[in-house]
């Protein structure tokens, strides 16, 4: 079952400018994660933000997490060529060990 | 450094063969997972394990199985491959959920596996 659903589904912005990526998703959760794909590899976690906590900050990332909307956002601040990748935003629903529920993901393009 | 390896990178079988995909974490952790993701449909669930020889099935179990004999080793088997099994396989592994809830996943590399 589909719980995150992120918008836009692609970006393309300039180098240094700001990309912002939404995330909703439909149920109560325990926390809710960022990943970010680089082509046809694993992914890698960028943050986490726990279902009590409003805004997360790591480095050039931004998070913040409304659970009255049931709604996300990641922020990356000054892109870089780098940053080109998938983003994924992927929630924890609890009750026991079970995986991650993703969206299908927001490709970003960070034009040089 | 964290680590989680995947014993192919790209993998081509023909169908009805059966096939294993293992992941190794080297992290001590309890919980490990397997995931398929499909263009346009995201990263889905297979099965996960919370410890040695557990399992669970996850959304879309049919026709897979997995192995936990070790802790640091969960295969997946696919016992009869079928062309609808064509994708790209994760696998993840967490470390258990403590009192602060539940932490990040780390992922391998992947399997990009072709059944023809």
């Known amino acids: 079952s589909q719980q995150g659903e992120e918008d836009p589904q692609a970006l393309s912005i300039q180098e240094g400018e700001n990309a912002t990526m939404n995330c909703s998703y439909k149920?109560?959760?325990?926390?809710l994660q960022w990943y970010r794909q680089n082509s046809g590899r694993g992914l890698v976690h960028l943050i986490l933000?726990?279902?009590?906590?409003r805004e997360k900050h790591s480095g050039r990332l931004r998070v913040t997490l409304d659970t009255s909307k049931k709604s996300s956002s990641l922020l990356i601040t000054a892109s870089r060529a780098a940053d080109t990748a998938s983003y994924f935003c992927?929630?924890?629903?609890?009750?026991?060990?079970?995986?991650?529920?993703f969206g299908k993901g927001t490709h970003l393009i960070i034009q040089p | 450094d964290v680590k989680v390896t995947q014993s192919s990178r790209y993998l081509v079988k023909r169908t009805g063969e059966k096939v294993f995909l293992e992941c190794v974490q080297d992290?001590?952790?309890?919980?490990m997972f397997w995931y398929r993701q499909d263009p346009g449909l995201g990263l889905r669930l297979i099965y996960f394990?919370?410890?040695?020889?557990?399992?669970e099935k996850g959304d879309i179990p049919e026709g897979y199985s997995v192995s936990r004999e070790k802790k640091e080793r969960f295969s997946l088997i696919l016992e009869s491959a079928s062309t609808n099994q064509t994708s790209m396989y994760l696998c993840?592994?967490?470390?258990?959920?403590?009192?602060?809830?539940?932490?990040?996943?780390?992922f391998g590399p992947g399997t990009r596996l072709t059944v023809l």
């Open positions: 394990s919370y410890d040695v020889k557990m399992k």
């Open positions: 993840a592994s967490r470390s258990q959920p403590g009192t602060g809830g539940y932490n990040e996943q780390f």
């Open positions: 933000i726990r279902s009590n906590e």
């Open positions: 992290m001590d952790h309890e919980n």
């Open positions: 992927a929630t924890v629903t609890g009750g026991g060990a079970d995986g991650l529920t």
């Open positions: 149920t109560s959760i325990n926390n």
